[in-house]
Every structure is written in C-alpha cells, then in structure tokens.
C-alpha cells in the first residue's frame, strides 16, 4: 500500500488523522488521510483513507489518478465482503449492517443496531456447550473401550432440553422481531365514510388523506410509510367498497382486491352506530377472513362490543393493544431487540430447535453415533448461522443489495 500510495503522498502514523499536501497533474488539494494497516482495519487489509473538500470535478480528477496507480472503484458491499471473508465481521453483523441501511422507521433502527456489534451471547454460550458434548461423546466413541470411558446420555437428553428451551425462547422472539425487520403492511378498509381516511391520517400522524362528511372521497389508493405504537407500518387507506356509477371511484375500487391480498392485517373498519356490518364489504373480505380485524370507529357516538375506539378523537388504545399483541405476541419491541430476525436466521434456528428436540427424545441404548451426528449437525448449523460456513451463500447477490461506499 505505500509503495502505491507514496506516489501521491506520504501515508501518516498508522489510526492518526493528519493533513497532507496531494499533488498531481498541476492539482494541489488539502486533504485530512487516515492509515490503517492490516490487519486492524474494516476490512482487515491495509486501508488509507483521503477526506477531501466535495467538489464533483475535484473527485473525480483525483479518482483518474488514482486510477493511474492501479486502484479501482469499490463493487458494491465489497469492503463488507472483504471483512466477512477476511473474519473481522460475522454474517450475522453484515446482515445488521444490510438492516441498517434499509431501515425507514425508528423502530427498525433499533432493532438493526441491536442486532450489529458480535454474535448475540446465547449463540457464543449454546455453541460452546454443544462443542464441549461433542468432545465428550466423540472421545468415548474413539477410547471409551480402551480407557473404560462411558457416556451419561440421560445427562445429554437433560442439556438438550435446557438448549431446546432457550431455542424456543429466541424463536418466539424471532418471530414478533421479523415484523419490526420487515415492516407490516396495513390495509384500512370498510363502507363509504366509516372514517378510515381519519385513521390512516391519525396513524400516520400527518394530514395525508382529504376527509370529508361527504362519502367516496378517497378515491385512489394512498400509502403512508410510518412508525405507529413502536410498530413500523405501511398504511394503506382505499376507496370505500359500495355501488355507484360514477367512473372514476369505480377504477378505485377495483384497485382494492391486489392491496387487500398483499396486506399482512385488514382493519375492518365498522361505524359503531351501524347495527351489522354491510353485506357488501363482507363479501369483498370474506376471502381474507383470517388476517381481518373488525374495528368499530367512532365509539364517541354510540358503543359497541369489541375493538372500539374514535379516529376522530384519538381513541385508539384498544387498537395499539390488538396490534401489539398479533404481531408481536407477548413481547414489547424493546425485548425483541437483538434477536434474530431475516428469514434465514429464522430457519436456521427453527433447524437448531429441531436438533435439540431430537436429541432430548433419544431413548436409553441409543448408539452413540447418533447424537454424536446430531451435535455436529447442531455445530454446523452455528457455522451457517455466522457465517463461518458459507456453502450455498450467494455472497454476491447478498452483497449486490449494497451501496459502493460499503
């Protein structure tokens, strides 16, 4: 790296930020240069580092001669690839660091920072446990005759319930974090004027949608990206479903039946003084009866039995409760920070959970080449979770999602 780099300048004191004088082809620039030589670095090769003034043509004049020296423009994700291959990050901080990146909502922050900075301990814990079974029971198998050795798996079937249990603790977390990763995408439906362009503004807390008292105002279907009661939402209020004739609301109402099949919930959205529901609207959800939450508005006139609340007025608690407890179950996103959450963490951990329960059942006079294979396959799937094992990765579509700068 200095024998390329001295070309243009002296490289400073290795982690120490200095000023230097570049200088080629009649341009003189003052930059800030950092050094950071392998294998302390990001990606765990020599790094320089030039901060220079932001000027596109200055860039791009000092890129030519960069090019010069035989240095070239990043791919994309490439010094994270670098630092993946290079072991100075995990699999698992690569896809924080992807989350990170995509994050639109608070809440996605959080739960993308969590999930960066090492392996989480229960892994780092687990796997430590497991490997020390597997020395235990492959030394029996290799020199248990010889050396009178003998392997207690009652007392395997018993730490194998004790890992089950934590596995299936951080699936449970896994599952309510996949929708603060992922986002959830909501649909707000019901007759003309049942207020749900006063709930898609109130959900995302700006004036978005036109309300008026007269009904089929909402004509189009409008989307609101926002973070709602620690829940990171994608709203999409619609067109009221009734009969009419008049050509433009008939195009936004046939527009609802692809949102209605994409969204992960449907409010249902019922005017408390209405005595039943309309025949119509039921018709149209009665395909998606199970992801369809009936929500009675406008509980300030008249009461109702269920999930009452008034858009209007910002009574909306019954609703955050409902929402909260369906996609996140027992948990609050502050306990789903750090867990694992892409679907690829998701299976594999459904995987571990499997190995244990397998393990835990194994009955008395089972040969000891059974659970051996089982802990190693548990071992193994560590690897593939942190990336240690990367066989059948894709690193190059993982990494193409990113942007040149890491």
Avoid at 1 to 29: C, T
Avoid at 346 to 352: H, K, S, T
Wanted: charged share 25%.
């Amino acid at each position: 790296m200095g024998g390329i780099i001295g070309q243009l300048l002296e490289l400073p004191e290795p982690r120490r930020a200095e000023l230097r004088q570049l200088k080629w082809d009649g341009f003189s620039e003052r930059a800030l240069v950092l050094y950071f030589p392998s294998p302390k670095s990001y990606t765990g090769e020599d790094v320089v580092e030039f901060h220079i003034h932001g000027n596109p043509l200055l860039v791009a004049r000092l890129m030519e001669r960069l090019g010069q020296l035989g240095i070239r423009l990043a791919k994309p994700g490439e010094f994270t690839k670098r630092a993946l291959l290079n072991g100075k990050q995990s699999l698992l901080d690569v896809e924080a660091l992807k989350d990170l990146m995509d994050a639109a909502t608070d809440a996605q922050l959080r739960q993308a920072q969590a999930r960066s900075g090492g392996v989480p301990a229960w892994v780092v814990q687990s796997r430590a446990k497991i490997a020390s079974l597997v020395a235990s029971i492959e030394a029996c198998i290799d020199y248990g005759e010889d050396e009178g050795m003998s392997f207690d798996v009652r007392g395997l079937r018993e730490e194998a319930k004790v890992l089950a249990a934590t596995f299936h603790v951080e699936q449970k977390r896994s599952a309510s974090a996949r929708w603060l990763r992922d986002g959830i995408k909501i649909a707000i439906a019901g007759r003309p004027n049942a207020g749900k362009s006063t709930l898609f503004n109130a959900l995302a807390n700006e004036d978005r949608a036109i309300v008026s008292e007269g009904p089929g105002t909402t004509r189009d279907i409008l989307e609101a990206r926002c973070e709602w009661a620690g829940l990171p939402l994608l709203l999409f209020d619609m067109a009221g479903i009734r009969e009419t004739c008049d050509p433009v609301e008939k195009k936004g109402i046939a527009k609802i039946a692809p949102v209605l099949q994409e969204a992960d919930m449907i409010l249902h959205l019922i005017p408390a003084t209405d005595d039943r529901p309309d025949p119509e609207m039921m018709s149209h959800l009665s395909p998606y009866s199970g992801k369809t939450l009936t929500v009675r508005n406008q509980c300030d006139l008249a009461q109702a039995e269920g999930i009452c609340i008034s858009a209007k007025n910002g009574i909306l608690g019954p609703l955050e409760d409902a929402l909260r407890q369906h996609f996140l179950g027992e948990f609050s996103p502050d306990a789903c920070l750090g867990a694992l959450a892409t679907e690829r963490q998701r299976e594999l951990l459904a995987d571990l959970s499997s190995q244990m329960e397998l393990l835990a059942g194994l009955p008395d006079g089972t040969p000891l080449e059974l659970p051996a294979s089982l802990l190693q396959g548990a071992l193994g799937l560590f690897a593939r979770l942190t990336g240690e094992d990367r066989a059948g990765l894709s690193l190059d579509a993982m990494f193409s999602e990113f942007c040149l700068g890491k």
